[in-house]
């Protein structure tokens, strides 16, 4: 996804009223990090939430395999 002047301005913005809340212990990644989970892309969300219900999938059913039988 390519930038655009409006995505910098928005992001412009945000950044500038957390710092105007008084928010200047963070550093730019931070308030960068912020302002992507605000405006996070559904599908993109949906993919990531998809990925992480795999991965516990694949965790519980390894978990399961690695436990010893217990008699």
């Not at 996804?1 to 992001?11: I, N, Y």
């Not at 405006?39 to 991965?55: C, F, G, S, V």
Request: hydrophobic share 30%; glycine share 2%; charged share 35%.
């Amino acid at each position: 996804m390519s930038v655009t002047e409006q995505d910098l301005r928005r992001f412009q913005e945000y950044a500038l009223s957390r710092i105007s809340d008084g928010r200047t212990d963070c550093e730019l990644e931070d308030l960068l990090g912020e302002w992507r989970s605000l405006n996070a892309d559904p599908a993109q969300q949906r993919d990531d939430l998809a990925a992480i219900k795999e991965a516990i999938s694949q965790w519980k059913v390894a978990s399961e395999r690695s436990r010893p039988n217990s008699k």
